[in-house]
């Protein structure tokens, strides 16, 4: 895979070159890799809490309740959260952050490069350029280091330009997280057309957990592609009893033949992987 760019972000200094590199200041303060799925009802949000005690939000779910869980895992003052990653902008993933970018400092926000005409996306844009935070659009093949044997890369992005609300899923991030011999695969809403574009990745794709692309969806998560990445558990951010009879009880069925387990917020509330970058746990709310 090749690697594009290289972003150090060091006392506001911003600088481009090869590799995309999220310079790691503090000391080394644990082994533990924290991602928290948040119950947050019909909608994607997760916290990341690096070794490093960085914070990395992917999505702000549909309403507020973000930040009530934010108050809950994040205790630093001043409040600072260091990457924001909004996968595409849908309400359901985009409108939490709205009030995330008013009320904490962000190092970095990370965006697919695309635009939606909404209202929720344009107050997300001024969020954005009132917080002050550094920009980045996401590209194939870049990796935002963390640290040493922490990174995100980067595996779909669109590159840019103007979708509209049916074709927003395509325009999804998907990137992977490794932590030493542990990954996440996080699809954001990709349906099926992506995971059939990401399939040249081959081994790449393998991962321990997959957080389940489109709330388990029958458009996502396909028999080929679970194959691929072969996850150990999949976790699926969706409400109880929502409106849209999500997850799918097809794509159930897929992940059950598939031997994988799967996790819903909307059961079990917010759900906790801790990994050590070779083993991991699975902690439930209920």
Known sequence: MS??????ISAG???IASVVWFLVLAQKQGQILETIFLDVGQGDSILIKTPQNQSILIDGGPNNKVLEKLGKYIFS???KIDVVILTHPHADHVTGLIEVLKRYDVGLVVINGVY???DNYNQFLVAVKNNGAKVLTAEVGEAIHFSENLEFDIIAAPGGGVTNDNDANETSIVGKLIYKDFSIMFMGDAPAKIEN???????GLKSDIIKVGHHGSKYSSFMNFLSSVAPKAGIIEVAEKNIYNLPSPATLSRFIMSGINIFETGEK???KILSDGFTANIFTER
């Open 3 to 8: 690697i594009k760019r290289k972003i150090i």
């Open 13 to 15: 200094l911003l600088l």
């Open 77 to 79: 003052l001043p409040k």
């Open 116 to 118: 939606l005409k909404t």
């Open 197 to 203: 574009k990401i399939m040249a990745y081959g081994d």
């Open 269 to 271: 509330g917010d759900i």
